[in-house]
């Protein structure tokens, strides 16, 4: 005969089996269907691909530099691309398996002068005077993939992008246009412009 306290240990284990069961299976596979069903796209990571390859993600930064050289740590950015945020996931930025932040406070004299090294090179390659530089092509964001950058940086690139492809910048310019985003329900966050995207955009022209 089962006393009271083995009935309470079987009960409490039929609990945890009918809940394993549900949460375990039953509900993310309810959710997978319904993900696949009504958003596929999103649902699979939402790839970018060009002539049946895939390429990278529109959820997930990647950078856009030359070649890589002996000897060279860190390749430089390529001026035919439109650049990202900095990034400090990984040594060279935009490591998937290194996803973070710098966790730099404002007044950390390391962090101001690595704003202040970005913010040279950055209006050099741009040709634009520092004072205009945005501060997203200075400061890299939580988790180091950010895919977004401000409308601001992206019209900032366009005369370099333009002229290293040699492309009217009036084309240039709408492929930038064509791909700014509202803010999410109309009242959260910023405008923003996916480089991912924009740089595939980019790479269709002929």
């Not at 060009?50 to 390529?78: C, E, K, W, Y």
């Not at 007044?107 to 090179?121: C, E, K, T």
């Amino acid at each position: 005969m089962i006393g009271p306290l083995a009935r309470q240990h079987l009960a409490a284990l039929r609990i945890l089996l009918v809940f394993t069961v549900i949460t375990g299976a039953l509900y993310p596979l309810a959710v997978t269907g319904i993900a696949e069903a009504a958003f596929p796209h999103r649902a699979n990571g939402s790839l970018v691909s060009q002539n049946g390859h895939v390429i990278g993600s529109s959820m997930i930064g990647q950078n856009f530099a030359l070649p890589p050289r002996r000897g060279r740590t860190v390749p430089p950015p390529d001026p035919r691309w439109f650049q990202p945020r900095p990034s400090a996931a990984g040594p060279s930025g935009y490591d998937p398996t290194a996803s973070g932040a710098s966790n730099l406070g404002p007044n950390n004299s390391g962090l101001i002068a690595m704003v202040n090294r970005r913010r040279a090179a950055v209006a050099a390659f741009d040709g634009v005077p520092p004072g205009s530089v945005p501060v997203d092509a200075l400061t890299a964001s939580g988790s180091g993939l950010d895919p977004d950058i401000s409308p601001a940086y992206a019209y900032e690139q366009v005369p370099r992008v333009a002229r290293a492809r040699g492309l009217p910048q009036a084309v240039v310019h709408h492929l930038v246009t064509a791909r700014v985003q509202g803010r999410a329900l109309g009242f959260l966050g910023q405008k923003h412009v996916n480089v991912v995207n924009l740089n595939h955009d980019l790479s269709t022209l002929r």
